[in-house]
């Protein structure tokens, strides 16, 4: 069964860096997109990044550009966000979700979540 | 400030139908396909209607979707007191090359 375990998360202070990763089981990782979206305590989702199947397209929303970097081995069935320079508004759970659609990155269509990993940025 | 709009809240009573309204853009709702999510308090969102109105399997019929122009609905027929949760719903824009949520729409079963 398609399994998504993302680890990495903790406190960290504003200003440093984490890397958050996402093993991937249960389907062919490779021939799916896949996003990255959070949520912060109490409020709503908000999508943060997607990598197309093969790595060759990324996007990132406003608040992360330039911070943030997706990123995929599709060899070790693993999917990443390399988060720096964090800030307080950064914290959140951060979940990865796979596309419905092989091929596709693009369409909001997320059929498999993994559990999140809360991501704290406190001094 | 969510690019789709929801109303905050929604309620109705067991057995009841309620809709939940996604109001957007042409670059988003206006040019592609809307999607919904369940999501039941602590856990991870669940898609619950793909592609304007189509539904994953495993998912009830009392779940339905609708798109026109630039607007999307959400409909739950036959209320039930499971179905108290958060509703989201979600698009691609092509304007801000990303995906975009609407605010959430808190559920509550009378």
């Known amino acids: 069964q398609v399994q998504l375990v993302e680890s990495g998360g903790g406190v960290v202070q504003p200003g440093r860096s984490l890397r958050l990763s996402c093993a991937a089981s249960?389907?062919?990782?490779?021939?799916?997109?896949m996003h990255w979206v959070r949520q912060a305590p109490g409020k709503g989702l908000e999508w943060v990044a997607v990598?197309?199947?093969?790595?060759?397209?990324?996007y990132y929303a406003d608040s992360v550009k330039g911070r943030f970097t997706i990123s995929r081995d599709n060899s070790k069935n693993t999917l990443y966000l390399q988060m720096n320079s964090l800030r307080a508004e950064d914290t959140a759970v951060y979940y990865c979700?796979?596309?419905?659609?092989?091929?596709?990155?693009?369409?909001?269509?997320?059929?498999?979540w993994g559990q999140g990993t809360l991501v704290t940025v406190s001094s | 400030q969510s690019v789709l709009t929801q109303p905050p809240s929604a309620s109705g009573t067991p057995g009841q139908r309620v809709t939940i309204s996604c109001s957007g853009s042409?670059?988003?709702?206006?040019?592609?396909?809307v999607n919904w999510y369940q999501q039941l308090p602590g856990t991870a969102p669940k898609l619950l209607i793909y592609?304007?109105?189509q539904r994953p399997s495993g998912v009830p019929d009392r779940f339905s979707g609708s798109k026109s122009g630039t607007s999307a609905s959400l409909a739950i027929s036959g209320l039930q007191s499971e179905d108290e949760a958060d509703y989201y719903c979600?698009?691609?824009?092509?304007?801000?090359?990303?995906?975009?949520f609407g605010g959430g729409t808190k559920l509550t079963v009378l």
């Open positions: 979700a796979k596309i419905l659609t092989p091929g596709t990155f693009t369409p909001q269509q997320f059929d498999y």
């Open positions: 249960g389907f062919t990782f490779s021939s799916y997109g």
């Open positions: 990598i197309s199947y093969d790595g060759s397209n990324k």
């Open positions: 042409s670059s988003n709702i206006g040019s592609n396909t």
């Open positions: 592609s304007n109105n």
């Open positions: 979600a698009a691609w824009d092509d304007s801000l090359n990303g995906g975009v």
